[in-house]
């Protein structure tokens, strides 16, 4: 199951659209919902496998900057 529009605009909303990374607050299209597991190895859209973050903390997560287990 793929994420609606809809729940990540509820999940940007429930965090008061704030970086779960780096704690600022950013209008909703300049976030993303990331996976901490990614889906491809078995991560699954549960809550606790989502994080709502900045565009540029996703691009740091993915570049191996953060670790993968939620921080």
Known sequence: MTL????????KK???????QCK????SKELT????????IGGIDGLRNLKVICKS???LYHS???KRSGG
Request: aromatic share 12%; glycine share 4%.
């Open 14 to 20: 429930f965090v008061r659209h704030t970086c779960e």
């Open 57 to 59: 903390c996703h691009k």
């Open 64 to 66: 191996g900057e953060f």
């Open 33 to 40: 919902i990331h996976h901490i597991n990614r889906k491809i």
């Open 24 to 27: 600022k607050v950013f209008d």
């Open 4 to 11: 609606t529009n809809y729940q990540k605009d509820l999940l």
